[in-house]
């Protein structure tokens, strides 16, 4: 059946389609060693499991009506039942060596370009000729597609948790939590921007129409008439281009977890800190003078009446990055405190959370994605890849590693994703091509940070 697009759904299209350097689409690469007789797996049979397993992933098969947003038309999703799932997955192949320097220029191209909306918007590449025999698999899905959760699902369906599970056994696409039922995920969406997730049919309830109108006439109220005071520009805010370069690392999550710990905070404090000191690194190279940075730390607006909170402060959603400070605990601290601001001013406001406002939050939604990608609020984004905490294997090959990739805002050239799998926290760093050449510098400084912050801890 067809479906409408939610008016957040709606808003990422448009926010790509106002700005060419915007590509609003997650990714990640998945690196496995050679299958059991070496090497990569053969195309085929790649395309075959997916065809078993997202058969009945109506979200996967459908496309676009028509590829652009227009004032008074939205574009309607429209199921392909007879769509091929198996053709969104092609093949490619690095240039030798297939080394480490290899592998980030290719996926720095590869999400330098945007995907086709004629199509579903999703694709998976088995990447071929990574060193040692080893290969990837490279996923790309749009935001208005499925969420960062939500990805997984497809994610799931080209692993599994053994090497060699048995036939009829429940595979691990199974076990992930999926979207749920076409009808609830789509819209009855008649009137724009108001009625969306969980809405009303405009031409059935007119009265309740009406008072959604007025509520959501309410918010975007209070939200238009927030003090926001635009973050300071920094070299990394301005005009970007389309071009991107990826810079990856990784760290233990034991050790991050023992950091945070010991030194009276979170794992997560300790990998804003570290991204701090990436930064500290690149402007001290630079000759930049800069006290601190803004991050936004993006919330799941999907699930807005579970996880999203709106009050007074919509700042709630970012966090200041002390960067002028020399000591790493002293500038773990500030972090960390910052960051615990931040969270309890979000429980703090719960009273007009939007469960008990009787308000569909579609609107709302529209409003904190347009913040999301405004020019001149905060500096960078840092968000988490949902990933898997065990080890996961694709035809008998296991998995040894996650490059994660968020994408970059309007006037923002970095962003940084971090991912957990077996025991590790990855982190992957998305920069434009021009404005950030001395990408390596952000790492160094990470890293660096990550070796001050374990000697302090211990």
Not at 238 to 261: C, F, K, N, Y
Not at 327 to 341: G, L
Not at 401 to 418: F, K
């Amino acid at each position: 059946m067809r479906s409408y697009l939610s008016p957040l759904d709606a808003t990422f299209l448009e926010i790509e389609e106002t700005d060419a350097s915007a590509q609003v689409q997650i990714g990640w690469a998945n690196v496995f060693d050679p299958v059991p007789g070496g090497g990569p797996p053969s195309l085929e049979t790649l395309r075959e499991q997916a065809r078993s397993r997202l058969e009945d992933a109506s979200v996967l098969r459908r496309r676009l009506s028509t590829p652009q947003v227009a004032q008074l038309a939205m574009p309607i999703w429209l199921p392909d039942p007879a769509f091929d799932v198996g053709e969104l997955i092609r093949r490619d192949t690095l240039p030798a060596p297939g080394g480490e320097e290899q592998l980030t220029e290719w996926l720095g191209d590869h999400f330098s370009r945007r995907l086709d909306r004629s199509r579903p918007l999703w694709e998976v590449t088995l990447l071929e000729g990574l060193e040692g025999g080893r290969w990837a698999l490279v996923f790309k899905v749009h935001y208005c597609l499925v969420d960062g959760f939500s990805a997984a699902n497809l994610a799931a369906a080209l692993v599994d948790a053994e090497p060699h599970p048995e036939e009829g056994a429940t595979t691990l696409a199974e076990l992930v939590t999926a979207l749920g039922e076409e009808e609830q995920r789509a819209a009855l969406t008649r009137l724009r921007g108001v009625i969306g997730v969980g809405g009303v049919d405009a031409e059935i309830k007119p009265r309740d129409v009406a008072a959604l109108l007025w509520r959501s006439g309410v918010i975007a109220s209070r939200l238009a008439n927030l003090q926001l005071q635009p973050a300071v520009p920094t070299s990394l805010n301005g005009a970007i281009g389309t071009d991107r370069r990826l810079a990856p690392l990784d760290v233990s999550l034991e050790a991050l977890e023992r950091m945070g710990r010991e030194l009276g905070g979170t794992a997560n404090d300790v990998v804003l800190t570290a991204v701090a000191g990436g930064l500290r690194r690149l402007f001290e190279q630079r000759g930049e003078e800069v006290e601190r940075v803004r991050a936004i730390l993006p919330l799941n607006l999907r699930r807005a009446s579970d996880a999203l909170v709106l009050g007074e402060e919509v700042s709630s959603l970012f966090v200041e990055l002390e960067v002028a400070e020399p000591d790493p605990f002293r500038r773990y601290r500030k972090i960390a405190a910052a960051a615990s601001e931040t969270w309890e001013g979000a429980a703090g406001v719960a009273n007009v959370a939007l469960e008990r406002t009787d308000l569909t939050p579609s609107l709302v939604q529209s409003v904190i994605a347009r913040v999301a990608f405004t020019p001149r609020l905060f500096n960078l984004t840092v968000t988490n890849i949902p990933s898997f905490p065990f080890k996961l294997y694709s035809l008998g090959a296991p998995m040894r590693r996650v490059v994660p990739m968020a994408p970059l805002c309007s006037g923002q050239a970095l962003s940084v994703a971090t991912g957990g799998y077996d025991g590790r926290v990855y982190f992957g760093l998305n920069a434009d091509r021009d404005t950030v050449p001395d990408l390596p510098l952000v790492r160094a400084g990470i890293e660096e940070t990550l070796h001050d912050l374990s000697r302090v801890a211990a």
